[in-house]
C-alpha cells in the first residue's frame, strides 16, 4: 500500500533468491489535489502499466479545471535494503513542484514532462528572471541533484557502506 513497502517487498525477495544483500526502489507521483494519487500507481494509472502518454493525458484531463495554485505535487521514492541477517532500511526522498497544464521537455520518462520543481538547478549565464523548467527541461546531472531518487539513495548510502563492510 506504500511506496516504502513496496521497496522493501522487492528487496526482500532478491535477498531471497540471491543470499546477498539487496538495495530496491519504489517511487511515483503523488498529486495533492488527487489525495496522493496515483501514488503506487503511478506507471499504470491510465490501465496499463508503464504507458507513459495514456498516464499524462488522464493525469492531465482530471486536473484540467484546477488552477495552478491547487496543482500541487510531489515525486516520491523509497529505497531499501535489505540484508541476509534481516536487516532492513528505507529512506525516502521527494521532489516537490507544480503540475504544467501541457508537457514539457524532452528529457526524462513519466510524468517529468508535467512537473516544474520548486527546486531550480542554477543555469550558467542566466538570471532570476529565467524561464522555470520542468524536470523533463532539466539535463540528466541536473535532475539527479534535486530528484526524490537521488536524496533517497544518497541517505540509504551510508547504510549500504556499512552492510557491506567486513566484520
Not at 508503464?50 to 482530471?62: H, K, P, V, W
Not at 508535467?114 to 542554477?122: F, I
Not at 541533484?145 to 567486513?166: C, D, M, N, Q
Amino acid at each position: 500500500m506504500t511506496f516504502a513497502e513496496n521497496a522493501l517487498v522487492k528487496a526482500r525477495a532478491l535477498v531471497t533468491a540471491t543470499g546477498l544483500p539487496a538495495v530496491a526502489d519504489d517511487s511515483g507521483l503523488a498529486v495533492d489535489v488527487l489525495g496522493g494519487a496515483p501514488g503506487i500507481f503511478s506507471a499504470r494509472w491510465a490501465g496499463r502499466h508503464g504507458d507513459d502518454a495514456a498516464n499524462l493525458e488522464l493525469l492531465l484531463a482530471q486536473l484540467r479545471d484546477v488552477r495552478a495554485e491547487h496543482r500541487r505535487a510531489r515525486f516520491v521514492c523509497a529505497a531499501a535494503l535489505v540484508t541476509p541477517d534481516g536487516h532492513e532500511v528505507v529512506r525516502t526522498g521527494e521532489m516537490r513542484g507544480t503540475l504544467l497544464t501541457a508537457p514539457r521537455g524532452e528529457n526524462g520518462f513519466g510524468y517529468d514532462p508535467v512537473l516544474e520543481p520548486d527546486e531550480q538547478p542554477a543555469v550558467a549565464g542566466a538570471d532570476a528572471t529565467a524561464p522555470r523548467r520542468s524536470a523533463a527541461e532539466l539535463d540528466p546531472a541536473e535532475k539527479n541533484a534535486i530528484s526524490h531518487r537521488g536524496t533517497a539513495f544518497r541517505a540509504l548510502a551510508p547504510e549500504i557502506v556499512s552492510a557491506l563492510a567486513p566484520r
